[in-house]
C-alpha cells in the first residue's frame, strides 16, 4: 500500500474478519511440524469454515442490497406519490417566469393552471415574490387562504391550506372585546326649561330607540346617567356598525328633531387586542376626542389608530359663558404664577392667529406679567403683512415680537406657553420650542384631531366658536380690570373674526356678534380691517390665474389646479377657494397650488351641505365642516388625482349611508 493512501472503512472490517483464520493457518503450519495428519485435518476444517463465511457473507450481503433496493423503491414512490397526491400545491418555473410542471393539488387550487403559463397570469402574487425575492406570503382565493413558501434557487412554489386556522384566527379577531361609551352631546342644554312630561317622553324614546340598535346588532347597552351610556359588544358587530357608518346618529338627530328638541350623540369606542381597562380608557379618550371635534360622531381607537365617522352636521354653539368665565379666571392665576408667557400661533399664520396672539398679549398686560409672540420673519407671509406694517408704527408693540432664537432665551421652569389658533405640537410656528415649556395652555377652535399637544395644563378647545379671535375675546372681557384694548389691538381680533367667519357669514352664533360688538366699543377699525384683508392689483391677476384652470369635476365639486411649479402664498390659495365657492352651482371649492417650501396646499371650502373637513382628513388634513385644508408632499398633479378619488369615496360613503337609512 502506498504510503498516505488511506483504507476504506468496509475494506478494513473485511481484513479484521479475515484474522482469525490467518492466525489458524499460522498454528497448523507450527503443528505440522511434528503432527502432519492432524495439521491437514485441521487445514481441510479450516478451508470448509473459510468457505462457508465466505457463502453467508455474500448471501447477507445480497440479502442486504435487495432490501436497501426495496427501501430506496418504497422510498422513490412514497416521494413520487407526495409529490403529486399530497395536499400540497407544487409548482415548478423557469428562469422566464414560465410554468414548466405542476402537481394534482396545484390544480386543484388553480383550475386554469397550464403548462407554459406566466406566473402573472396565474397570480401577480407569485411574480411579485419572484421580482422582491421573498420567502413567503399568504394568498387569498375565494374562502379559502393559503401559505405560499418559495424556493427562489430551485424555482419552486409550495401552497399549503391555512384556511381552517385563518378561519379560527378570525373568529378569535371576531369575538374579541369591544368597549364604548355613548353621550348626548346637548341634552342638558335642549332640555332645560322643558316641561317634565316632555323631558320623560324625549329620554323614553332616545332610550329605546338606542336598545332597539344595540339588540339588532348584538351589542349590550347600560343606561348610567341620563345623558351617558356604556355599551358592550364584539369586533365582529363592529364591523357591520362601521359598514352603516352608524346610522344611528342620523336616526336619534332626526327622531328628536320632530319633537321640536335636536339631540346629537357623541360615541366613543375602543377596541383591539388591548386588556379590558385599557379598552375602556380607549372609549373614553376616544369620546373626548369626538366632544373636541364638536360631537355628533364616532371615534374609533384601534391598536394606535383613529378612524372617524359622522361629524357631518355643522356643530352648534354650545359653550357657555360660565365656561367661558372659568376658563378666564384660570388663565389669569396661570399667568400670575408664571415669570412671564410667550404666545404662538401656527405655521404661516393668518389673521386669526395674530389677532389671538395680540388678544392674549393684552392679557398678560392686564395681569402685570411680561408677555412675547413667537413669529419668525420668515413666517410672515402675505396675509397679514399690512397688519404687520400697521404694528411696525407702535412701537410698544412691534418690540413685543421675537424670533426663535429670543424666545429661546427667555424660557425658564416658570415661563407660561399660550398656543393660539392651533393644538397640533406639528403646526406650531416653532415646533421645537414645545419641549422647553413645563407649563402651556391651548386655546383654539378648530375640530380636535388625533395629534395633540401633550401635558397641557389648561386646554380652552371650542370647535363651536366662530375663530379663536372671538374665544380670546370673551376672555378679555372677564378679565376684573378696566384697562381698554387700544384700537389696534381691538381691530386685530376683529379681523381674526371677520377673516374666519367670511364677513360672519359662515359659522356665525349670537356670541360672535356680541365679541364684534364689544370690540367695536373698544375702538376696533372697520375701515383698517378692510384694509388688511383688501388685495392689490398683482394678487387679483395671480388669483384670476389660479380660477381660469377650475373645472367642475362631479356634483358641485369644484377643483382649481394652479400651473405646476409655479409659487403660490397660502392666504392666496384661500382668497381663490373663497372667490371659487361664491359661483353659482358650486357646493365645494378646492384649490390645489405649489408653495415656497416645495409641499403642495389644498384649500377648501363649502357652504355646508359638504364636509370638507372629511375629505382632507382623508388626505392628512383637517379644519371644519365648511373651511378646511392639508399639505402634501407629491405634486400637483398627483395631488389633484389623490383629491378626485377623496371627493369619490366622500360622495360613496355618502350614498350608502342614504340607502342605509
Known amino acids: 500500500m502506498e504510503s498516505g493512501q488511506q483504507v476504506s472503512p468496509e475494506r478494513e472490517r473485511r481484513i479484521v474478519r479475515f484474522i482469525p483464520y490467518l492466525l489458524i493457518v499460522g498454528l497448523l503450519l507450527v503443528v505440522a511440524v511434528r503432527e502432519p495428519v492432524i495439521s491437514a485435518i485441521g487445514a481441510v476444517v479450516t478451508a470448509l469454515l473459510f468457505g462457508l463465511h465466505l457463502f453467508e457473507e455474500r448471501r447477507a450481503r445480497r440479502a442486504w442490497e435487495t432490501y436497501v433496493a426495496g427501501i430506496s423503491m418504497q422510498v422513490e414512490e412514497t416521494g413520487q406519490d407526495a409529490l ?19 402537481n ?10 397550464a403548462m407554459g403559463q406566466t406566473l402573472n397570469e396565474l397570480d401577480p402574487l407569485f411574480i411579485e415574490m419572484v421580482a422582491t ?7 387569498e382565493i375565494g374562502d379559502a387562504v393559503y401559505r405560499v413558501f418559495s424556493n427562489h434557487e430551485n424555482r419552486t412554489f409550495y401552497l399549503f391550506d391555512m384556511t381552517e386556522e385563518a378561519q379560527v384566527e378570525q373568529q378569535l379577531v371576531d ?12 341634552y342638558d342644554e335642549m332640555t332645560q326649561g322643558i316641561e317634565d312630561q316632555l323631558r320623560s317622553e324625549l329620554n323614553s324614546r332616545v332610550t329605546q330607540l338606542l336598545n332597539h340598535w344595540a339588540a339588532e346588532h348584538g351589542t349590550y347597552i347600560k343606561r348610567t346617567a341620563s345623558d351617558r351610556y356604556f355599551i358592550v359588544t364584539t369586533e365582529e358587530n363592529l364591523r357591520i356598525l362601521e359598514r352603516s357608518k352608524f346610522t344611528i346618529l342620523d336616526t336619534v338627530r332626526e327622531e328628536t328633531s320632530q319633537r321640536g328638541v335636536q339631540l346629537t350623540l357623541s360615541i366613543g369606542i375602543g377596541c383591539g387586542s388591548d386588556p379590558i381597562p385599557a379598552l375602556g380608557q380607549m372609549a373614553q379618550s376616544s369620546l373626548d376626542l369626538a366632544l373636541g371635534r364638536g360631537g355628533d360622531q364616532v371615534v374609533i381607537k384601534r391598536d394606535g389608530k383613529v378612524r372617524f365617522y359622522g361629524g357631518k352636521t355643522n356643530p352648534t354653539e354650545k359653550r357657555t359663558r360660565v ?13 400670575q404664577e408664571s415669570s412671564r408667557v410667550l404666545i ?16 392674549i398679549l393684552k392679557l398678560a398686560e392686564m395681569n402685570d406679567k411680561e408677555a412675547h409672540i413667537v413669529l419668525p420673519p420668515e413666517e410672515i407671509g402675505r396675509g397679514i403683512r399690512r397688519m404687520m406694517d400697521e404694528i411696525a408704527e407702535v412701537p410698544q408693540l412691534e418690540t413685543r415680537f421675537v424670533n426663535a432664537f429670543q424666545a429661546d432665551q427667555l424660557i425658564d421652569d416658570q415661563t407660561l ?29 378648530h375640530r380636535r384631531g388625533e395629534d395633540f399637544i401633550e401635558d397641557a395644563v389648561l386646554v380652552y378647545l371650542e370647535p363651536y366658536a366662530s375663530s379663536t379671535s372671538e374665544l380670546v375675546t370673551e376672555l378679555i372681557e372677564y378679565q376684573p380690570t378696566n384697562q381698554k384694548l387700544a384700537m389696534l389691538e381691538a381691530t386685530a381680533l376683529l379681523a381674526g373674526i371677520i377673516v374666519d367667519t367670511k364677513g360672519f357669514a359662515l359659522r356665525t352664533g349670537s356670541r360672535t356678534f356680541d365679541a364684534a360688538s364689544y370690540l367695536r366699543s373698544q375702538g376696533a377699525d372697520t375701515v383698517l380691517v378692510q384694509e388688511f384683508l383688501s388685495q392689490d392689483l398683482e394678487t387679483y391677476v395671480e388669483q384670476s390665474h389660479i380660477l381660469e384652470r377650475s373645472e367642475v369635476y362631479t356634483e358641485g365639486m369644484a377643483i382649481a389646479t394652479a400651473e405646476p411649479g409655479v409659487i403660490h402664498d397660502q392666504v392666496l390659495i384661500a382668497q381663490a377657494a373663497d372667490q371659487l365657492l361664491s359661483l353659482r352651482g358650486i357646493r365645494a371649492a378646492f384649490v390645489i397650488a405649489e408653495l415656497q417650501d416645495g409641499r403642495t396646499a389644498i384649500s377648501a371650502r363649502s357652504l355646508g351641505d359638504v364636509n370638507v373637513q372629511l375629505i382632507m382628513e382623508t388626505l392628512g388634513g383637517g379644519g371644519h365642516l365648511t373651511n378646511a385644508a392639508t399639505q402634501m408632499s407629491e405634486s400637483v398633479v398627483t395631488v389633484a388625482d389623490a383629491l378626485r378619488k377623496a371627493i369619490d369615496q366622500y360622495l360613496e360613503d355618502e350614498t350608502k349611508g342614504e340607502e342605509s337609512e
Open 175 to 186: 369575538n374579541q372585546t369591544v368597549i364604548g361609551v355613548i353621550y348626548l352631546d346637548n
Open 104 to 113: 394534482d393539488p396545484m390544480r386543484d387550487i388553480f383550475d386554469d393552471v
Open 323 to 335: 365656561r367661558a368665565r372659568v376658563i378666564a379666571n384660570s388663565l389669569r392665576d396661570l399667568m
Open 417 to 445: 406657553l399660550v398656543v393660539v389658533d392651533t393644538h397640533k405640537p406639528s403646526l406650531v410656528v416653532v415646533p421645537a420650542l414645545l419641549d422647553r415649556f413645563e407649563h402651556m395652555v391651548v386655546i383654539d377652535h
Open 84 to 102: 403529486t397526491n399530497m395536499p400540497i400545491g407544487i409548482l415548478l418555473y423557469d428562469e422566464e417566469t414560465l410554468v414548466t410542471w405542476f
Open 133 to 139: 425575492n421573498e420567502d413567503q406570503a399568504t394568498l
Open 344 to 359: 404662538m400661533g401656527h405655521k404661516n399664520p393668518d389673521m386669526d392667529a395674530l389677532g389671538s396672539a395680540i388678544g
